[in-house]
């Protein structure tokens, strides 16, 4: 299937653009071809990895994953091994396939970071690895035309609606237009989607979220505000940050189904403290961008099982039995466009989940 796949001129491009570290090795065990994301994992240029042996590339703690690799060993899978890059180590899953590409008897190596905090893929890397989960043009065709029926269907209810209904009509109207502004997101394969940064008073976008997800459940578990009034605007996509904070409200609410005495708590603050000073700021070029503005989204829920945790932001990781395992990925990729960060903790003594957004600030410092 993968060389069938990658047959013709479009092989070499097709390898070049996959997200994860991908090699191809000859009879010789000799590299043939490295993509983009081998130089960033393994910290060489690709003229430095091309044409080398294999052993001199890849090195693991496993040594008998090493003498496979040496000895050409295909239709090979190993999970969580320790490759050592220099001074660092990396758990990575790997799997080794028959491949002809080039020439006969070759074999492909793709390489799958495990680690949670990937920060040493590039943002390249990063985009390229969420463009994949994006939904093909023809999909996002045949899901727009009904959106436009939804979008006329409310706008003429809300003609001949009562004035009560204006409210309901006019939130159906708005998500549709929002949603059809992520089909076009997800459209674009060139790049990682755009996003476009300006101050946004932050509190009326979790408003926004809040009656967004209200509207979309039947049952929603109480939710708790403790908001700092005088934070200043922050520096967002208000788009990409209304579709972060559905996300994660929908996760809370999907998390508390069926517990007794749930709840959700979303509280601001601005954070000022020196010790986490280091962990706020976020490194553009040679700019250092700091991030005060915190947002904690917490439920009282079971949490997520220990087993993940550390893949949570990771594609195609779910706790829910029928989820795609997508959104929280892109969580993290519209907050690493935005220059934002987010984390996970668990607060087992209280029995608290939190999700915390890092965000900076519409000027480069709050006034005191």
């Not at 047959?7 to 090795?25: C, F, K, R, S």
């Not at 590299?31 to 130089?39: D, H, M, R, S």
């Not at 020196?274 to 070029?285: P, V, Y």
């Not at 996970?344 to 600030?361: K, M, Q, S, Y």
Request: charged content about 25%.
């Amino acid at each position: 299937m993968a060389d069938a796949l990658l047959a013709g001129t479009d092989g070499d491009a097709i390898l070049a653009a996959m997200p994860l570290p991908v090699l191809v090795m000859d009879s010789a065990s000799r590299v043939l071809f490295a993509n983009e994301a081998c130089e960033t994992i393994l910290g060489k240029a690709r003229r430095k990895i091309e044409g080398r042996k294999i052993s001199k590339i890849l090195t693991f703690a496993d040594v008998r994953l090493n003498r496979a690799l040496a000895a050409g060993e295909d239709d090979l899978k190993a999970q969580d091994m320790l490759l050592e890059i220099g001074d660092d180590k990396l758990n990575v899953d790997i799997s080794i396939s028959a491949f002809e590409r080039y020439e006969k008897d070759q074999l492909l190596i793709i390489l799958i970071p495990r680690n949670a905090d990937r920060s040493h893929l590039n943002d390249q890397s990063r985009s390229g690895q969420q463009q994949g989960i994006g939904a093909p043009a023809i999909l996002g065709h045949e899901i727009k035309n009904p959106l436009a029926g939804i979008r006329g269907a409310a706008q003429l209810l809300s003609k001949q609606g009562e004035d009560s209904q204006k409210p309901l009509t006019d939130l159906i109207v708005t998500e549709v237009d929002r949603i059809a502004r992520l089909l076009n997101q997800m459209q674009d394969l060139g790049g990682s989607a755009s996003v476009t940064l300006a101050p946004e008073n932050i509190h009326l976008v979790i408003e926004h979220a809040i009656r967004s997800v209200r509207a979309a459940n039947r049952s929603t578990p109480p939710i708790a505000i403790n908001y700092d009034p005088s934070l200043p605007d922050v520096l967002i996509d208000a788009d990409a940050m209304l579709r972060v904070l559905i996300n994660l409200l929908q996760n809370a609410i999907d998390a508390l189904s069926g517990q007794r005495n749930a709840e959700i708590t979303i509280s601001t603050r601005y954070v000022m403290s020196g010790a986490l000073r280091e962990s706020l700021e976020d490194q553009i070029g040679e700019k250092t961008i700091k991030l005060p503005v915190e947002i904690t989204i917490s439920d009282n829920g079971p949490g997520v099982p220990p087993e993940i945790t550390a893949e949570l932001f990771s594609p195609f990781v779910s706790t829910k039995r029928e989820g795609q395992g997508l959104g929280l990925a892109i969580v993290r990729k519209l907050l690493q466009q935005m220059h934002s960060r987010i984390t996970h903790e668990r607060d087992a003594h209280l029995g608290l989940t939190h999700f915390r957004l890092n965000l900076p600030v519409s000027v480069p410092e709050r006034a005191v």
